[in-house]
């Protein structure tokens, strides 16, 4: 194997979304182990995972209907996001449910006797989400509720006579409240002044108590219990970071939840009878999927980190021990290559510390180039998982910065606003200023400094190289905005609003979109470009990467472009991945010259 080759990177497959059959005894999941996301299982003692599904598309999740081996599945068309749901049954072909592959249905639970689901959809308008059950013996479905906005189901009752619904306000700012299937009136549950979320739900025994995470009041997530008779909101843990991924025992006296230190899980188990917490040790990585047995002796969740692929893990809750159950990731010719990041500060324009994840390579005896990794979101946050493309190109001898510039989620509710509509440019500064901390490092080469991303961090690289363009030596964007007026004009009406919440109006900012769309902009760009998309992108559509494509043909300036026609936001089919990453590999290695 040539020691350069990206291919064993990208075909490093994973494993997620474990589901405990009804002993506890196998564990389906989904994998790429194929090249195509499906359905896999794998019984305890015996290693080896085998298939249980067989559809043509990818699966997006999979949730096991209690005391059964059947399962709901979702599946969408080449990226689209129009998720259709499917009864997944043993030994048996998908049978569709929702069949309306123009919409969108989010799932929202199974009815406690195993029945009937809950799901919502904008069916009825393509900007608004409504709700509806659906039985799954005549396959009926039901509308039950709706109106303009964005209304997800969270979970049924214990009674199942009532739905858990949210109504998202915008990204960050949610209600919960309870909606009667007798009576088809919501009594609205979590009143708050100001922006709070909710997630990560759970009943206790009686049904007269949620437990859940949430940020009302206070800049980070943290664990909370509401009585639903009076409404009162109870602290039970706090800390100076967020918690996430809350999971509840079927005896509900046991909570297992995870905080998120920098990018970094750690993971908890709260015993409620005993008021003790307790936590495990696990490698460097992002903890998710977390799910305890049938019978409360185990805790299954997925790690991923940087020099551990995406695999299913298992606690043992008596010792508080854990184990790797699922090897779906091992690549033996990689053991020895994957590199773990330093997590550290720069100061900024303001003087604010913005964190990085900072990757060097291995060996490195000269001044190195350096790559610049933006996320997207932007309320979301580069974290410490397997990047095969960052990876790569820690081996072949660059270094890596993940930037968690501000409007970054993890770090309080004030650093996520602080890039809000007229203030997106400071984000944009805080990597210039990034730039101006890696000069300080002797062994970067800030001649070969390249900036990427994707989506809103394929906008923050297009805005680098066409406002400060003498910076960058190449840039790649991935699915990008290159400018917000067209963009609002034309993402998924069912997204604009909560877009609209974050990087302003066409009417009342678009002036200021103007001064700073990088498609206005493209004239002063001097760094070579590379733009990949998905044809079926309903986030960013495809045509924010064409228009500033062909401006920058026009002047016949240096420009890459690969539209993908059976992908969409990401990418999700092995082939797929092999060709664009190994372009991005190769373009790379031209502009840059890292010989």
Request: overall charge negative; cysteine-free.
């Given at each position: 194997?040539?020691?350069?080759?990206?291919?064993?990177?990208?075909?490093?497959?994973?494993?997620?979304?474990?589901?405990?059959?009804?002993?506890?005894?196998?564990?389906?999941?989904?994998?790429?182990?194929?090249?195509?996301?499906?359905?896999?299982?794998?019984?305890?003692?015996?290693?080896?995972?085998?298939?249980?599904?067989?559809?043509?598309?990818?699966?997006?999740?999979?949730?096991?209907?209690?005391?059964?081996?059947?399962?709901?599945?979702?599946?969408?068309?080449?990226?689209?996001?129009?998720?259709?749901?499917?009864?997944?049954?043993?030994?048996?072909?998908?049978?569709?449910?929702?069949?309306?592959?123009?919409?969108?249905?989010?799932?929202?639970?199974?009815?406690?006797?195993?029945?009937?689901?809950?799901?919502?959809?904008?069916r009825?308008?393509?900007?608004?989400?409504?709700?509806?059950?659906?039985?799954?013996?005549?396959?009926?479905?039901?509308?039950?509720?709706?109106?303009?906005?964005?209304?997800?189901?969270?979970?049924?009752?214990?009674?199942?006579?009532?739905?858990?619904?949210?109504?998202?306000?915008?990204?960050?700012?949610?209600?919960?409240?309870?909606?009667?299937l007798l009576t088809g009136a919501i009594d609205w549950i979590t009143e708050h002044l100001g922006e709070a979320s909710f997630k990560d739900v759970h009943f206790n025994k009686d049904g007269d108590h949620i437990y859940l995470l949430s940020n009302k009041?206070?800049?980070?997530?943290?664990?909370?219990?509401?009585?639903?008779?009076?409404?009162?909101?109870?602290?039970?843990?706090?800390?100076?970071?967020?918690?996430?991924?809350?999971?509840?025992?079927?005896?509900?006296?046991?909570?297992?939840?995870?905080?998120?230190?920098?990018?970094?899980?750690?993971?908890?188990?709260?015993?409620?009878?005993?008021?003790?917490?307790?936590?495990?040790e696990t490698p460097m990585g992002v903890i998710t999927n977390l799910k305890f047995s049938p019978d409360n002796q185990k805790l299954a969740y997925v790690l991923n980190g940087p020099a551990h692929p995406s695999d299913i893990w298992e606690l043992d809750l008596k010792t508080v021990q854990a184990k790797r159950l699922t090897y779906i990731s091992r690549t033996p010719i990689l053991e020895q290559k994957l590199i773990e990041p330093d997590l550290i500060t720069f100061r900024s324009f303001?003087?604010?510390?913005?964190?990085?994840?900072?990757?060097?390579?291995?060996?490195?005896?000269?001044?190195?180039?350096?790559?610049?990794?933006?996320?997207?979101?932007?309320?979301?946050?580069?974290?410490?998982?397997?990047?095969?493309?960052?990876?790569?190109?820690?081996?072949?001898?660059?270094?890596?910065v993940a930037p968690n510039i501000r409007g970054s989620t993890g770090y309080g509710k004030?650093?996520?606003?602080?890039?809000?509509?007229?203030?997106?440019?400071?984000a944009l500064k805080d990597l210039i200023f990034l730039v101006e901390w890696l000069k300080g490092d002797e062994n970067i080469d800030t001649n070969k400094i390249a900036v990427m991303g994707g989506s809103y961090g394929g906008f923050m690289a297009l805005a680098a190289i066409s406002h400060y363009p003498n910076l960058w030596a190449a840039a790649i964007d991935t699915a990008g905005i290159s400018s917000f007026r067209t963009y609002l004009k034309t993402t998924s009406p069912w997204r604009k609003k909560l877009r609209e919440a974050?990087?302003?109006?066409?009417?009342?900012?678009?002036?200021?979109?103007?001064?700073?769309?990088?498609?206005?902009?493209?004239?002063?760009i001097t760094s070579p470009l590379m733009v990949v998309?998905?044809?079926?992108?309903?986030?960013?559509?495809?045509?924010?990467?064409?228009?500033?494509?062909?401006?920058l043909k026009v002047r016949n300036h240096p420009v890459v472009y690969i539209r993908m026609e059976d992908e969409g936001h990401s990418f999700k089919k092995i082939k797929n991945k092999i060709y664009s990453y190994s372009n991005m590999a190769s373009f790379l290695e031209h502009y840059m010259g890292n010989k």
């Open positions: 194997m040539d020691e350069k080759s990206l291919d064993p990177y990208l075909f490093v497959q994973t494993a997620k979304n474990p589901e405990y059959g009804p002993d506890g005894k196998k564990i389906s999941f989904i994998s790429d182990f194929m090249g195509l996301q499906q359905v896999w299982e794998i019984q305890q003692g015996d290693g080896r995972p085998a298939k249980t599904s067989f559809t043509m598309e990818g699966i997006t999740f999979i949730k096991r209907i209690e005391g059964t081996s059947d399962m709901i599945i979702g599946v969408d068309a080449n990226g689209d996001e129009r998720v259709q749901l499917y009864l997944l049954k043993e030994n048996g072909d998908p049978i569709a449910l929702t069949n309306s592959p123009e919409h969108v249905h989010l799932f929202g639970g199974i009815s406690p006797d195993g029945k009937w689901i809950a799901w919502s959809s904008n009825r308008n393509q900007a608004f989400f409504d709700i509806y059950i659906q039985n799954l013996e005549t396959r009926e479905s039901r509308f039950v509720f709706g109106q303009d906005g964005m209304l997800t189901v969270v979970k049924w009752f214990p009674d199942g006579h009532s739905l858990l619904v949210k109504k998202s306000n915008s990204s960050l700012d949610h209600d919960l409240g309870a909606l009667s009041d206070q800049e980070f997530f943290g664990l909370a219990f509401i009585h639903l008779s009076t409404k009162h909101f109870t602290w039970l843990e706090r800390g100076k970071w967020d918690f996430e991924e809350l999971a509840m025992n079927k005896e509900k006296n046991k909570l297992a939840f995870t905080m998120n230190e920098g990018g970094i899980s750690r993971g908890y188990l709260l015993d409620l009878d005993r008021s003790t917490l307790y936590t495990w303001d003087n604010l510390q913005i964190p990085a994840f900072y990757y060097k390579p291995k060996d490195a005896t000269q001044k190195r180039p350096i790559v610049v990794y933006i996320h997207g979101g932007p309320e979301s946050q580069s974290r410490a998982v397997y990047n095969p493309l960052l990876q790569y190109f820690l081996n072949v001898g660059y270094a890596v004030t650093y996520t606003h602080l890039d809000d509509v007229r203030k997106r440019m400071d974050e990087y302003g109006t066409i009417e009342k900012d678009g002036g200021f979109f103007d001064q700073i769309d990088p498609l206005y902009y493209a004239d002063n998309h998905g044809a079926n992108d309903p986030r960013v559509p495809i045509e924010e990467s064409e228009q500033i494509v062909n401006k």
